[in-house]
């Protein structure tokens, strides 16, 4: 009996394996079912972005469904939301005036803003009537060749939301142009630019010759330094430019990066000092009609030549340039503020840059190389020195962020993590501390505003409620003076609130992955005052999509809860088995886990559409908005902290479901989750079985200093002698090339000027060496976003996962078919 029953179970076994083995097609007509390109058409908008007027506390947006677009004017104080117009009225009127057919549904309406008496809006209708250029005359003295002397014409109308009158402005003013090398004075009198590595300004009137001909050459410039050389300059440079480039665009004008005083007399800028810092480069190998190089300057960890920074003033009263005398460590790094708030969407026309502080100091930070030590200095201009208010010392790095600056500047709103918790201090002009404003085991992301008359803080926070998701965000506020907490947007959902400037009123958008998104008004105490919108996804659903499914879990600890998102396919059956795959990011900077509605669903909804469950999940050392300890895990191990953890994730769920195959396990990421998900592969490569890493930074030791200093940690070390060295040193990627089992496509795109390709092609070159079986993709003209090979590179990754996971090796067509029918043959 007891043989025939292991005889039973073993044809049972043979049975389930052969099931297992046998291939599954994979499901291209799905995925492609929710192409970025369909899902453009089936969602709209999904959250209200309020544009806040001045003078009172109403505000206006813009919502989109299946129906069409529609504008409203929000009154908090009347507790009222209308409509702006009679869509149907105003169609028939644009139309009598343009005399091309429009209707309720298809208002092309563009540049809407309020005009100063905020009851009147003017808006843009772009018709079908060809009219001779504005300005063709001046294009044609400039180039007799030109021969483009057509443009469709744009009507201008004003409308009175009072009286609902429609006018059309025959004689608009010319639009101001943006011009992008401009750094405009709070006062408009001066403008301030870069070009030939130097400073210089113009006063008004020869900017607006520069807005309406840039080339005019009878503008006056004043020039205001003559030390500026090539990596040693005032502003411009950057990266993005070929070396031919560069050559074509030298005698243009460039931004350069001041920050002034509100008197507009006075104005601060960085000046970094690279030219000993070491070439990189990357050739544009499709570049018409011979290849170009691009050549940057970038600062690798543990390199002794780094940026030299300087923080240089200048006064126009006294006419003198100053470096000023900030040296604290060596190689630090200076970190300049502007003055403004978070910023509330306003319908501002001119937003100038300032600096924090007033007319007679401004603040700013001084890190050292190691990110242990911060110190928040102000600079006093009229002693001419620098007063260190608040330091932060940490045994591993520190992050912060920008001090506020209340009641004229005699108190000063700080963040820091120096308890293990992200909270908010209140400290003095002279860097006393007064009060902690918020402590507990949860932790501050930002402020919203700062009510100074009445003496809240308003801020955004995560973890402090019992039985949510950690990680979702709501909007709160504390007492200056000490005191509760209060929670102003309660629900088990992820907040996005935006609130005005006095505290009185805000916006909350809330969802989850798995609810429609939904927003509505709050007052500055938390009372809802109405709903205002809930996202249209009636499209979505009818295409079949549904949502995911949010699960906890524990780390490799067994201890420490972690949080993910899994994705099914649309069409899943419950006793069917699949193959899962991990989409990771590895952090610390942030988790790639939503944690509400999105459409962008490439690497998650969509790629589960193939037959797969996909899921996302954090790791000990990800995300910064937990506790320091959490977001400090990695610190010293940036290879491997984060694998036990995506490794407990697969066997946990396995455990749980039946329908996840724990023998057919895919991991996939980009940048460094590109990295993370190599390093998967060759550390647990009997876990693991296929991967598709793509722009992976696989040796960080070649990424650039600040992310991989950062969160790696470089070694300060002082020689008796008083002399300070940097020691970096971090395992990498290649140095397991030797324990690779599965299948793994590596992917980068050959001008990737962030992650380098020779990340990717030394992963290569140590696979060939020790004599693996590989796939590597190079992505044409592609930086590290993939840009317009987005799509391609989607399908090949499908391709990739459906043969290797699913066991579907049946060659896809040569020409993508889900890419192809999708575009319409013209030709």
């Known amino acids: 009996m007891k043989k025939l029953y292991l005889m039973f179970a073993m044809i049972l076994s043979v049975g389930f394996l052969q099931a297992q083995d046998s291939p599954t097609k994979g499901n291209y007509d799905l995925a492609s079912r929710f192409s970025p390109e369909k899902v453009r058409k089936m969602v709209f908008t999904t959250r209200v972005d309020p544009h806040w007027l001045k003078k009172s506390d109403r505000f206006w947006y813009t919502y989109e469904t299946s129906s069409g677009r ?85 009507f201008v109308f004003r409308y009175n939301l009072q009286n609902q009158q429609l006018t059309e402005i025959t004689d608009p003013e010319e639009d101001a142009k943006r011009l992008g090398w401009a750094n405009i004075a709070p006062d408009s009198s001066k403008i301030v630019f870069a070009k030939h590595e130097n400073l210089y300004w113009m006063d008004k009137e020869n900017f607006l010759k520069a807005v309406k001909d840039d080339k005019d050459s009878t503008i006056v410039e004043h020039q205001l330094t003559t030390d500026g050389v090539k990596d040693y300059g005032y502003g411009g440079g950057g990266r993005g430019e070929d070396n031919v480039e560069e050559e074509k665009n030298k005698d243009n004008r460039k931004r350069a990066g001041v920050l002034w005083s509100e008197d507009s007399k006075q104005f601060i800028i960085t000046r970094s000092d690279v030219r000993e810092v070491k070439d990189l480069w990357v050739i544009h190998n499709t570049r018409n009609p011979r290849p170009t190089l691009e050549t940057y300057k970038y600062a690798m960890p543990g390199e002794k030549e780094q940026p030299i920074t300087d923080l240089m003033y200048y006064s126009f009263e006294s006419g003198e340039m100053k470096k000023l005398d900030i040296a604290t460590f060596k190689d630090q790094t200076v970190g300049l503020w502007g003055a403004t708030r978070p910023v509330v969407n306003r319908d501002d026309d001119f937003t100038p840059s300032i600096w924090h502080g007033d007319n007679d ?38 992050d912060i962020i920008k001090p506020e600056l209340i009641n004229n500047g005699t108190e000063i709103v700080h963040w820091s993590e120096r308890d293990g918790w992200g909270h908010f201090y209140l400290y003095d002009r002279a860097g006393n501390l007064k009060r902690q404003l918020t402590s507990g085991p949860f932790h501050t992301d930002r402020i919203g505003t700062i009510d100074e008359k009445g003496r809240f803080l308003y801020f955004i926070a995560n973890g402090r409620e019992k039985g949510e998701d950690p990680y979702y965000e709501h909007m709160y506020r504390v007492s200056l003076n000490g005191g509760a907490i209060t929670l102003l947007n309660p629900g088990d959902y992820n907040h996005t609130s935006s609130i005005n400037d006095k505290g009185t009123f805000f916006v909350n958008n809330y969802s989850r992955v798995n609810t429609v998104p939904a927003s509505a008004l709050h007052d500055g105490q938390g009372r809802k005052i109405m709903d205002l919108e809930e996202a249209d996804l009636s499209s979505l659903f009818a295409a079949g999509y549904q949502f995911p499914e949010p699960f906890k879990f524990k780390a490799d600890d067994g201890i420490t809860d972690l949080y993910g998102v899994m994705y099914k396919p649309f069409d899943f059956d419950s ?238 067509p040569v020409d993508m078919l889900e890419v192809q029918r999708e575009k319409a043959l013209t030709k």
């Open 70 to 154: 529609e504008w409203y004017i929000v009154d908090p104080v009347a507790r009222t939301k209308r409509a702006f117009f009679d869509k149907d009225k105003l169609a028939a009127e644009i139309t009598k005036i343009v005399r091309d057919p429009f209707d309720a549904q298809h208002l092309p309406i563009t540049s809407l803003k309020f005009l100063e008496d905020e009851n009147t809006i003017e808006f843009k209708i772009r018709s079908t009537q060809d009219v001779v250029k504005k300005d063709w005359a001046e294009i044609k003295e400039k180039n007799k060749n030109a021969k483009d002397s057509l443009e469709k014409k744009t």
């Open 361 to 398: 100091n401004f603040y700013f930070s001084i890190t050292s190389r190691d990110l242990k030590k911060i110190d928040i200095v102000r600079w006093n201009i009229k002693e001419g020195k620098k007063e260190v208010v608040i330091e932060e010392r940490s045994n591993t790095y520190i």
């Open 575 to 812: 006793t069917k088995i699949y193959p899962i795959i991990e989409y990771v990011y590895p952090g610390p900077q942030t988790e790639a886990v939503n944690k509400d509605f999105s459409a962008g669903m490439d690497r998650t909804d969509r790629l589960a559409q193939f037959g797969f469950v996909v899921v996302t999940l954090g790791n000990r050392g990800g995300h910064p908005s937990r506790s320091k300890w959490y977001h400090n895990y990695g610190y010293g191990n940036l290879r491997d902290y984060g694998l036990a953890d995506k490794k407990a994730a697969i066997e946990q769920l396995a455990d749980r479901h039946a329908f996840i195959d724990r023998n057919r396990v895919g991991i996939h990421g980009h940048s460094g989750g590109g990295f993370m998900s190599t390093a998967a592969m060759l550390v647990y490569p009997d876990i693991f079985k296929v991967a598709v890493s793509s722009a992976g930074n696989h040796e960080n030791n070649i990424y650039n200093r600040w992310w991989s200093e950062k969160h790696h940690g470089v070694k300060e070390q002082i020689s008796p002698k008083g002399d300070t060295t940097f020691v970096y040193s971090i395992e990498k990627n290649p140095d397991l090339a030797k324990n690779l089992k599965g299948r793994l496509l590596l992917t980068t795109g050959d001008v990737d000027n962030n992650v380098h390709p020779a990340g990717t092609i030394r992963m290569a070159n140590a696979l060939i060496q020790a004599n693996k079986r590989f796939d590597l993709l190079l992505l044409p003209g592609q930086r590290h976003g993939y840009g317009n090979m987005t799509e391609y590179f989607f399908w090949k990754m499908g391709d990739y996962f459906v043969q290797h996971l699913l066991g579907d090796n049946t060659p896809p």
